[in-house]
Each structure stands twice: as structure tokens, then as C-alpha cells.
């Protein structure tokens, strides 16, 4: 339950005749929709930064690249991300001792080496690529991008489960995901 001022701010988000604004949407419980707005921007930045290093002058970008990041993040990362954190809420409830520590462990050894794997495998999909693509990006990009995100992500996570109340966690990782998303983009130019 959401203490009464937040309730109110977010009742405040409803447009006239009770429909829903951009600001409530992006707070709803039932759309992913910030996870797929907020993985293209993260692809989008990846492509900036990308040809700033190259010091490019196009101002043509890869259109497909946040189009495929917000797909995954939209059918993906959102209701999976969710969905996880409501499972660890339930599995290892506050009152358990370490709680805080073993949600942390849990969602750093199981979760995040799975839910990178399933990165890779939808994106491999999303570009229309074979298995021996996915193998080859598997075995030369999974380890470097799992140590980084151990790196990243144990901190960010450590706030998040600890820190965050629950409605807010998935909102939490996707702004964090913005910067996420555009180094994974980076390892697949």
C-alpha cells in the first residue's frame, strides 16, 4: 500500500473524464510501457554515443535498434522484472533473517544470469540472426557482459530491493537499464 501522499499524487495523474495521463501510466502496475520507451532510449543513446567516439556527422540512425529494445523491454523486461520482484517479496519475506541479502544473492545468481541470456536469445531473434549467431555472441559477449553487470547492477540492485518500495522497483531498474541497455547495444556494434 502506497502512503496516502503518494496515493494522492498519483490520483492526481488522471486527465479529464477519468483517463489516465502520461504520468499515471507511466506509474501503472499493468503497463510495461516505461520498460520499452526506456530500453529504446537506452539503444538510441547507445547509437549517439556510438557515433560521437566515431565522430560521425550523419544524422541517420539505426531505427531497428530501438525498435528491437522496446519490443524486449515491453514484453520482457517489464512483466518479468515485475513478476520477480513480486516471487522475491513472496519467497523470502521481510521478516526472514538477511532477507535484504538473500533477495540480493538471489537476483544476482540466478536472475541475472538467466534474464542476460534471454537478452541475448530475444535480440538474436529480434535480428533475424541463426543459433550459431547467438552461440558465437554467447560465447564471446555473455562473460564480459555478466561480470559487468555483477559490477553495475550489485549496487543498484542492493538499493533497489533493500530501499524501493515494491511498486516502484521495476520503475527503479529501468531508469538504471536506460545506461544498462546503452552499453549492452555497444557490445552488439
Same mark, same amino acid.
Given at each position: 500500500?502506497?502512503?496516502?501522499?503518494?496515493? !494522492?499524487?498519483?490520483? *492526481?495523474?488522471?486527465?479529464?473524464?477519468?483517463?489516465?495521463?502520461?504520468?499515471?501510466?507511466?506509474? $501503472?502496475?499493468?503497463? %510495461?510501457? #516505461? $520498460?520499452?520507451? *526506456? $530500453?529504446?532510449?537506452? &539503444?538510441?543513446? +547507445?547509437?549517439?554515443?556510438? @557515433?560521437?567516439? @566515431?565522430?560521425?556527422?550523419?544524422?541517420?540512425?539505426?531505427?531497428?535498434?530501438?525498435?528491437?529494445? +522496446?519490443?524486449?523491454?515491453?514484453?520482457?523486461?517489464?512483466?518479468?522484472? #515485475?513478476?520477480?520482484?513480486?516471487?522475491?517479496? #513472496?519467497?523470502?519475506?521481510?521478516?526472514? %533473517? !538477511?532477507?535484504?541479502?538473500?533477495?540480493?544473492?538471489?537476483?544476482?545468481?540466478?536472475?541475472? =544470469?538467466?534474464?542476460?541470456?534471454?537478452?541475448?536469445?530475444?535480440? &538474436?531473434?529480434?535480428?533475424?540472426?541463426?543459433?550459431?549467431?547467438?552461440?558465437? @555472441?554467447?560465447?564471446?559477449?555473455?562473460? =564480459?557482459? /555478466?561480470?559487468?553487470?555483477?559490477?553495475?547492477?550489485?549496487?543498484?540492485?542492493?538499493?533497489?530491493?533493500?530501499?524501493?518500495?515494491?511498486?516502484?522497483?521495476? *520503475?527503479?531498474?529501468? /531508469?538504471?537499464? !536506460?545506461?544498462?541497455?546503452?552499453?549492452?547495444?555497444?557490445?552488439?556494434?
Amino acid at each position: 500500500s502506497l502512503p496516502p501522499a503518494w496515493r !494522492l499524487s498519483l490520483s *492526481l495523474g488522471q486527465g479529464s473524464g477519468g483517463t489516465p495521463s502520461c504520468w499515471s501510466l507511466l506509474f $501503472s502496475d499493468d503497463l %510495461p510501457l #516505461h $520498460s520499452g520507451i *526506456l $530500453s529504446a532510449l537506452g &539503444n538510441f543513446l +547507445a547509437q549517439m554515443i556510438e @557515433k560521437k567516439r @566515431k565522430k560521425e556527422n550523419s544524422r541517420s540512425l539505426d531505427v531497428g535498434g530501438p525498435l528491437r529494445y +522496446a519490443v524486449y523491454g515491453f514484453f520482457f523486461t517489464g512483466p518479468l522484472s #515485475h513478476f520477480f520482484y513480486l516471487f522475491m517479496e #513472496h519467497w523470502i519475506p521481510p521478516e526472514v %533473517p !538477511l532477507a535484504g541479502l538473500r533477495r540480493l544473492l538471489l537476483d544476482r545468481l540466478v536472475f541475472a =544470469p538467466a534474464f542476460l541470456m534471454l537478452f541475448f536469445l530475444i535480440m &538474436n531473434f529480434l535480428e533475424g540472426k541463426d543459433a550459431s549467431a547467438f552461440a558465437t @555472441k554467447m560465447r564471446g559477449g555473455f562473460w =564480459p557482459a /555478466l561480470r559487468m553487470n555483477w559490477r553495475v547492477w550489485t549496487p543498484v540492485q542492493f538499493i533497489n530491493i533493500n530501499y524501493i518500495p515494491l511498486k516502484f522497483r521495476v *520503475l527503479f531498474a529501468n /531508469l538504471a537499464a !536506460l545506461f544498462w541497455y546503452a552499453y549492452l547495444a555497444s557490445l552488439g556494434k
